[in-house]
């Protein structure tokens, strides 16, 4: 009687893939990965936009295949593409916190469709691409759904109501976040944060502030994200 030792089919026999599976994978991961930019794209906010950013979320996507591909089911090529990866340095600083996760899904996808996991890659992609679209159009997260920062020089001399009625003809709601005097104690550097009315516009409001007695310097700062003033 013979024995033979038996290794799990798991581990004794490597994942191949043909030609025709190495591009259906790495299409798939391209599709995904421009899906996942063009929704990155669309939900930006901000002025930290970056077009490297964009294609890097594609190039992830397809890399990452590419290397789920080459690893197969082997530990010796995990480990060893492992070590290869290590010497890399990444000193990119991310501006937006948001952007990781579009990293993350890339990953993800290009994971999925590097090991043919067909299903998962697009349903997870898809689902992740329409949650950050119903999120964008929802604004969640954001404090008000509408906001400016305002900011102008005031001479005293000059008193303040003719600047607080423009503020209070043109916005809902409005105030004030930072008074800073200058040396000679004349002028008053100010910054508010302003909901425009409905019907009022951003163009109007500031050639009203700069048509005041007295203002001068006026700008107005989109912040429906994350502002400095």
């Given at each position: 009687?013979?024995?033979t030792n038996?290794?799990?089919?798991?581990?004794?026999?490597?994942?191949t893939y043909?030609?025709?599976?190495i591009?259906?994978?790495m299409?798939?991961?391209?599709?995904?990965?421009?899906?996942?930019s063009?929704?990155?794209?669309?939900t930006?906010k901000?002025?930290?936009?970056?077009?490297?950013?964009?294609?890097?979320i594609?190039?992830?996507?397809?890399?990452?295949?590419?290397?789920m591909?080459?690893?197969?089911?082997?530990?010796?090529?995990?480990?060893a593409?492992v070590?290869?990866?290590?010497?890399?340095?990444?000193?990119?600083?991310v501006?937006?916190?948001?952007?990781?996760?579009?990293?993350?899904?890339?990953?993800?996808?290009?994971?999925?469709?590097?090991t043919?996991?067909?299903?998962?890659a697009?349903?997870?992609?898809?689902?992740?691409?329409?949650?950050?679209v119903?999120?964008?159009?929802l604004?969640?997260?954001?404090?008000?759904?509408?906001?400016?920062?305002?900011?102008?020089?005031?001479?005293?001399?000059?008193?303040?109501?003719?600047?607080?009625?423009?503020?209070?003809s043109?916005?809902?709601?409005?105030?004030?976040?930072?008074?800073?005097?200058?040396?000679?104690?004349?002028?008053?550097?100010?910054?508010?944060d302003?909901?425009?009315?409905?019907?009022a516009?951003?163009?109007e409001?500031?050639?009203a502030?700069?048509?005041?007695?007295?203002?001068?310097?006026?700008?107005?700062?989109?912040?429906?994200?994350d502002?400095?003033y």
């Amino acid at each position: 009687m013979v024995i033979t030792n038996q290794i799990p089919t798991a581990i004794s026999q490597l994942v191949t893939y043909g030609p025709y599976d190495i591009l259906i994978n790495m299409v798939l991961a391209l599709v995904l990965g421009l899906v996942i930019s063009s929704v990155y794209r669309y939900t930006h906010k901000g002025l930290a936009y970056s077009q490297s950013f964009t294609l890097t979320i594609v190039f992830v996507a397809v890399i990452t295949a590419i290397v789920m591909m080459v690893i197969g089911s082997s530990l010796a090529r995990a480990f060893a593409l492992v070590g290869a990866m290590s010497i890399i340095r990444f000193r990119t600083v991310v501006k937006d916190t948001k952007d990781t996760a579009y990293v993350f899904c890339a990953l993800a996808v290009g994971l999925a469709a590097g090991t043919s996991n067909y299903f998962i890659a697009v349903a997870g992609g898809a689902f992740v691409a329409v949650m950050a679209v119903v999120l964008y159009k929802l604004n969640y997260g954001a404090l008000y759904k509408s906001e400016f920062i305002l900011r102008f020089t005031f001479d005293q001399q000059y008193g303040s109501a003719g600047y607080l009625e423009q503020i209070q003809s043109h916005s809902k709601r409005s105030n004030l976040l930072n008074i800073e005097p200058s040396g000679d104690g004349r002028y008053l550097s100010l910054t508010y944060d302003i909901a425009l009315k409905e019907g009022a516009t951003a163009e109007e409001f500031a050639k009203a502030m700069d048509q005041v007695e007295g203002t001068s310097e006026v700008v107005l700062i989109a912040s429906k994200n994350d502002v400095d003033y």
